[in-house]
């Protein structure tokens, strides 16, 4: 039986010869340009029109993304900025770079996203900022927590580095913020052939200070004069060109992975008084980065599916505030039950768009039979 993989090798084969053809192109370019060129400003700009967004632009990494914008926003010793309780580490590592403190809100226990509810009263009077994210396949409350960010008078950064192509209530992830960002490492849903990043703005005042951050605080017309104290975060043309070619399919993938999520949730909907619980289903607000069920047996049900050929993946095991790196920044007498049980109950299958049909149900197949 040949095993199903749950990060696939062959993400990039399809795209192979494009690749070796970028290289080529521009490796043998006469202006041997690598960095924050032409391609760059020509795939911002695509970017810009995909998303609607008054600018966007291309940085080294996700996480870069996340500090170019708490910096360009002036978030810095002093302040707070409210993350949610379960996520990756640059939710709070990124705080914490920029010498801000973060603090956990507890996660809703199905979507596991932020509960505005949990963020609203982690906000005091040093909240300069939240930041929610969209998780696996759900976008956070947005409408709920930018009213709320208006309410209290603090940023709103949306951190949809999963999330990009979603769209909720007609507004595409990474526009509800006053800035969003996207990741383009590899497994993330347009990801690529090494790093990347990119900031999401409405506000060119703060899009124009992210993109000085993002090179020493250089204004990209003057070299060596340095506005502002800021970061090497730059944007590789290869990337750039490659990504240029992949954004054209990149709605036509994303279409893939919610149909294949629709099917498993369909055959899943009977095993939620069994221990099984399936994503919320629908399409607005979801974005199918991964497919995450929560299963009361998780071990067992991770060794079932290893037995029939199905690799899974555990997210986030252990909450933010509970690491050692964070631990410092957990409140007394504050909790995060939710987190706590998603971090032992989440299980995420498979869901690449180049799975077959055969595949998809065989997948569906061997949890019902669990
Ligand atoms: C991947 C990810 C990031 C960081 O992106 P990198 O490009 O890996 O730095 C930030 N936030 C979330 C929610 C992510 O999933």
Redesign the pocket.
Same mark, same amino acid.
């Given at each position: 039986m040949t095993t199903l993989p749950f990060f696939p090798p062959d993400l990039f084969d399809h795209d192979r010869d494009l690749l070796l053809e970028t290289v080529r192109r521009i490796g043998t370019d006469p202006a041997q340009r690598f960095i924050l060129g032409e391609r760059t400003a020509a795939f911002e700009a695509a970017l810009r029109e995909h998303t609607g967004a008054a600018d966007v632009i291309a940085c080294g990494?996700?996480?870069?993304a996340?500090m170019l914008v708490l910096r360009a926003m002036d978030i810095g010793p002093g302040d707070e900025v409210v993350v949610p309780a379960l996520?990756?580490a640059?939710?709070a590592a990124s705080v914490v770079n920029v010498g801000a403190t973060p603090v956990f809100a507890d996660v809703h226990p199905w979507t596991m996203v932020v509960e505005p509810y949990e963020v609203e009263t982690a906000i005091t009077e040093q909240t300069a900022a939240i930041m929610p #994210?969209h998780m696996f396949s759900v976008m956070a409350d947005m409408p709920t927590l930018s009213a709320l960010a208006e309410r209290h008078g603090v940023r709103l950064v949306e951190?949809s #580095?999963?999330a990009q192509g979603g769209v909720l209530g007609g507004l595409p992830a990474g526009r509800w913020g006053d800035a969003g960002?996207y990741?383009?490492?590899q497994v993330?849903t347009f990801g690529t052939i090494g790093?990347g990043?990119a900031v999401v703005t409405d506000d060119a005042a703060l899009g124009q200070l992210v993109r000085m951050l993002r090179n020493h605080g250089q204004d990209g017309r003057t070299r060596f004069v340095h506005h502002a104290i800021g970061y090497n975060s730059r944007f590789d043309e290869i990337i750039a060109d490659y990504q240029l070619h992949r954004l054209s399919g990149l709605a036509e993938r994303l279409e893939r992975r919610a149909r294949i999520a629709e099917y498993y949730t369909e055959r899943f909907a009977d095993l939620a008084d069994r221990g099984i619980q399936a994503p919320p289903p629908g399409r607005d607000g979801r974005c199918y980065y991964v497919y995450c069920l929560l299963a009361e047996r998780r071990e067992d049900l991770r060794r079932h599916l290893a037995h029939r050929g199905v690799g899974t993946h555990v997210y986030y095991p252990t909450p933010l505030p509970a690491q050692p790196a964070f631990a410092q920044y957990a409140r007394s007498r504050r909790f995060w039950p939710h987190a706590e049980l998603a971090g032992a109950r989440m299980l995420a299958l498979p869901i690449y768009p180049h799975l077959t049909d055969a595949q998809v149900e065989h997948i569906a197949d061997s949890v019902c039979a669990f």
């Open positions: 990494s996700g996480t870069g996340l996520g990756c640059p939710l #994210a951190d #580095a999963v960002v990741s383009f490492v993330k790093e990043g």
